[in-house]
């Protein structure tokens, strides 16, 4: 073939290439999570639900004919890690963050999702919250980028004093301990503001470092000696484990009222102790009846152990994103962030504990809550005990719900 010739063909075929649509472009979801050092064992969870749901997704086709891609980034526990895998996440593309464990951790992301929008136009990114529980987050801290599928203090505290005051079992004198920031705040507040609604008075109350202590014993004994019929708590991993580990140590009487107490391993630590005390939660399969059981059956299916912890709330919210993503047409061939995040204000989604939905006034879910007392008559035993969760307090969306704080200012993109 003459040089010309070879030239020729060579336009040709540039000009057909060019000339051909775009492919079309993939969502990309970043998992930026803890996934390494001693809160890994929340972080892995957030995971292992967050991929259940992914695969979902791209069995029923993905979004826009292409399968939805996870990628997944180890943000080691603190703030500076996760900004620093946050940029790493912008510059491969991902539009939709996600993230549970730690409020310090949800409030470096959503301000630096929020700064990224601003500068990137265009290029936005979305913050899906699955954890980070801090009331500022959907309060001052509050932007049209971020979504919360998990409670708040309000919520979690105001289920889990109705339920205990309804199974008899709360007490008159209440003990607060939580760690020292934003979320752990926010319960300790919590705890005093329902003192007249649960008919207690709290005698004490303790803030503590965040994952520090290695030894509880001197905790327990402060609040041994307040004389507290009940613990109030919503300490999370380790100060969680190692609270329970010394409260059984000391042969501690109180009763606990907690948030996270359905952690895999905290009913092992505690043993006898943990029989009576309380935790409030989105999901029981108990009380979600035969639409639970099979949620339990297919999660344990794939993933080879129940759903348990934060993994429920994280399947639905994942669920609502999914449905977000169905309701978006592509835009030239690629997500477009900002009628994405239009959709999911709208998002609905049926659990087996009730609707869940999103609020689009400061874009906290509304989402059921279920109040569980530890009890060897559970039908679903934990940590390989005699003990489970046995439901004693259903709450709607609507009954969970709190109003939306004045604080929250939304702003739309234009």
Not at 170 to 180: D, E, H, K, P, S
Request: aromatic content about 6%; charged content about 20%; glycine content about 10%.
């Amino acid at each position: 073939m003459k040089t010309y010739d070879r030239r020729a063909l060579a336009a040709a075929t540039l000009a057909l290439c060019c000339a051909a649509p775009a492919a079309a472009a993939p969502v990309k979801i970043g998992l930026v999570e803890t996934l390494s050092g001693p809160q890994a064992s929340s972080g892995q969870a957030y995971r292992a639900a967050v991929r259940y749901t992914v695969d979902q997704i791209n069995a029923q086709g993905g979004w826009n004919g292409q399968p939805v891609q996870l990628l997944e980034y180890d943000n080691q526990g603190g703030p500076a890690g996760a900004a620093d895998k946050l940029k790493a996440a912008a510059a491969d593309g991902v539009q939709i963050v996600v993230q549970g464990a730690s409020s310090a951790i949800g409030g470096q992301i959503t301000e630096d999702v929020r700064k990224h929008n601003l500068r990137n136009p265009g290029k936005e990114m979305v913050y899906i919250n699955m954890g980070a529980e801090a009331l500022e987050l959907t309060g001052e801290k509050c932007n049209f980028y971020h979504f919360r599928f998990a409670g708040n203090a309000q919520v979690r505290t105001r289920a889990l004093v109705e339920g205990m005051k309804k199974a008899g079992a709360l007490g008159t004198r209440v003990y607060a301990i939580n760690q020292n920031y934003s979320w752990g705040q926010d319960m300790e507040r919590a705890v005093v503001e329902n003192q007249q609604a649960g008919g207690y008075t709290v005698v004490d109350k303790t803030l503590h470092d965040v994952n520090k202590i290695q030894d509880f014993a001197p905790y327990v004994a402060k609040i041994a000696g307040s004389g507290a019929d009940t613990v109030i708590t919503g300490n999370w991993s380790n100060d969680l484990l190692l609270l329970m580990k010394a409260s059984r140590a000391a042969g501690l009487k109180a009763r606990y009222g907690t948030v996270y107490l359905d952690q895999p391993g905290n009913l092992a630590n505690a043993g006898e102790l943990a029989a009576g005390s309380f935790v409030v939660h989105t999901f029981n399969a108990e009380a979600g009846g035969a639409q639970g059981e099979q949620f339990v059956a297919d999660y344990q299916a794939r993933t080879g152990r129940p759903p348990v912890f934060i993994e429920p709330q994280t399947v639905y919210g994942m669920k609502m994103v999914a449905d977000a993503l169905k309701r978006t047409p592509a835009d030239k061939g690629a997500l477009d962030v900002n009628t994405f995040a239009l959709a999911l204000e709208t998002a609905r989604i049926d659990t087996p504990m009730g609707p869940m939905s999103m609020r689009a006034a400061d874009h906290q879910a509304q989402l059921p809550m279920v109040v569980s007392v530890v009890a060897r008559d559970a039908k679903y035993k934990v940590d390989g005990t005699e003990l489970g969760f046995k439901p004693v307090l259903t709450l709607s969306a609507e009954q969970a719900s709190t109003p939306a704080q004045a604080s929250c200012k939304m702003k739309r993109p234009d």
